[in-house]
């Protein structure tokens, strides 16, 4: 997958109807470089919808490619822009602006402007990408700063240079203003962006639904609290909540970031994926927190959150959910992400992870507090089904229709804890079966694996390693995240004159603890 480069922080967001003292700004036809700048009155007046996508969909090709384009004198497509009573909005245009002034600024998304922006946390996946775009714009036309500092001197003896600064400052950006009201403004935005790069469907079903607390919890997840505050204008007390229950959700869901091919079992359950496959992740999670199959209908039938209460209520049932896949909290399973969420080839995969997720969501919502027990119960004997016949729930899963293969996971799982708990062997047919498939392993049609060394082969081959030398929990035997999800257990209780001591001590799942060992319900 492209890397993209997070340039949201370079132009602020605002609710079109948001209005303060009037804007004074005249209407031009032109915006020159030195109006994008920080410094610049004129930027202070700039703004994009709140509802507009976030500016990270251009990879650092097309951040060095835009950049020089423009000081090269090539044509830069116009900007679209909307003049409400408080700010000017881009309506189109904000990728071109944000790389022109990430190039001004020297803020690829890891700058001082972005450091502001996204509450002094950047992603090390962001600035690393960052770095890279820095090199490839420098390599390829310079530092902003550097021509900004060129003395006349300078560019007398360098005519080549000389052509470049005068582009620089004195070119200037065409612009297209869009007449009317606020109405008129927000359709113009959505017609326009059907056009070149189309809105992804997640992302124009969050824009058109971006007042609900699906699309509002959605966005405050996938950047931990930080970033646009989709939510400020709830109460404050709200707000910070809303930020500490998406801190802890990217924490749990999102953390850390990997590279292929895999060299760590520390995988995040939710998968690395791009804030729009993110989005698109926790709607559906949130979908079956809800008990319901279509996230679509049910974003539809939501109203909108005028005060954050349903927001934080979501946030909050999430997380319940959440705490039981993984975390310390003492109802946590602590699933391991390699079992139960990738691929044998070390490919995260969505159906494995939301199947999981229903299941788990179903017994939470129920209050099924037996269930789990069963699963601890288990719990050595479903993870060597999941990781000795993944190949075979993979290929399953590639001959069911994908509508509904988060349901066939949720039945596969359910099945085995029940066959298991009554002592039944399983088997392949038995597996293929809960998969809503006929017939034998021989049947299904096959996916032809690439020839040589790939990065999956790679990945592959370290989780087969790795996972056979895991530690597991001394309770339930299934295999310890230990990074994400340990319990500090006595060998020998407490009340029993069992010491605080290293040889009494050992590393258990926190249900295993708490909710097995411990007696409690978990």
């Not at 690439?450 to 082969?457: I, L, R, V, Y």
């Amino acid at each position: 997958m492209t890397k993209r480069v997070v340039l949201d922080a370079m132009i602020k967001r605002a609710d079109f109807a948001q209005q303060s003292e009037s804007a004074t700004l005249e209407l031009s036809s032109t915006l020159k470089l030195s109006e994008i700048s920080s410094a610049s009155p004129v930027s202070k007046f700039l703004r994009k919808p709140d509802f507009q996508r976030e500016t990270n969909h251009w990879s650092p090709l097309q951040v060095a490619g835009l950049i020089k384009s423009f000081v090269s004198g090539e044509l830069i497509p116009a900007l679209i822009l909307w003049k409400s009573e408080s700010f000017v909005f881009v309506i189109d245009g904000a990728h071109r602006l944000s790389a022109l002034k990430a190039w001004m600024e020297n803020d690829y998304g890891a700058g001082g402007i972005s450091y502001s922006y996204f509450g002094q946390s950047i992603p090390i996946e962001q600035q690393e990408i960052a770095k890279a775009t820095q090199r490839l714009v420098e390599r390829e036309v310079g530092r902003y700063s550097d021509f900004l500092s060129l003395t006349e001197e300078q560019l007398a003896s360098n005519p080549e240079k000389a052509a470049l600064h005068a582009t620089i400052f004195s070119r200037s950006l065409h612009v297209q203003w869009v007449p009317g009201n606020q109405e008129v403004a927000e359709s113009s935005f959505f017609k326009i962006n059907s056009q070149g790069t189309v809105l992804d469907s997640t992302e124009e079903l969050l824009l058109k639904n971006r007042r609900k607390s699906y699309a509002i919890g959605a966005r405050s997840i996938v950047r931990a609290g930080t970033g646009h505050k989709y939510w400020s204008k709830f109460e404050p007390t709200i707000q910070a909540d809303i930020e500490e229950n998406a801190l802890e959700q990217n924490d749990l869901y999102f953390q850390p970031s990997v590279t292929e091919p895999i060299k760590t079992l520390d995988l995040p359950i939710g998968g690395t994926s791009s804030p729009v496959d993110a989005l698109k992740t926790l709607i559906d999670i949130f979908s079956l927190v809800d008990g319901a199959s279509d996230s679509k209908k049910r974003l539809a039938e939501l109203s909108d959150d005028t005060d954050g209460s349903e927001t934080l209520n979501l946030l909050k049932r999430s997380k319940r959910v959440a705490d039981r896949i993984s975390g310390n909290s003492h109802g946590s399973l602590g699933l391991h992400p390699a079992v139960y969420f990738y691929t044998e080839r070390g490919k995260h995969s969505r159906f494995l992870f939301l199947g999981v997720v229903k299941v788990i969501a179903e017994k939470v919502r129920n209050n099924n507090k037996e269930w789990f027990k069963d699963f601890t119960y288990v719990r050595q004997e479903l993870e060597a089904v999941l990781i000795n016949r993944k190949s075979l729930i993979n290929q399953g899963l590639a001959n069911v229709n994908s509508g509904q293969r988060i349901d066939r996971i949720s039945d596969l799982l359910n099945f085995l804890v029940k066959q298991l708990k009554e002592g039944i062997k399983v088997d392949d047919v038995g597996i293929l079966a809960a998969l809503g498939l006929q017939g034998a392993a021989g049947d299904l049609k096959i996916i032809d694996a690439p020839e040589g060394f790939s990065a999956e082969t790679k990945s592959a081959a370290f989780l087969h390693t790795a996972i056979a030398t895991a530690p597991r929990c001394p309770v339930c035997k299934g295999l310890l995240h230990i990074i994400k999800s340990a319990s500090y257990d006595h060998k020998k209780p407490v009340s029993a004159g069992g010491a605080g001591t290293v040889d009494n001590a050992q590393i258990t799942h926190p249900f295993c603890n708490t909710g097995i060992k411990g007696g409690e319900e978990g």
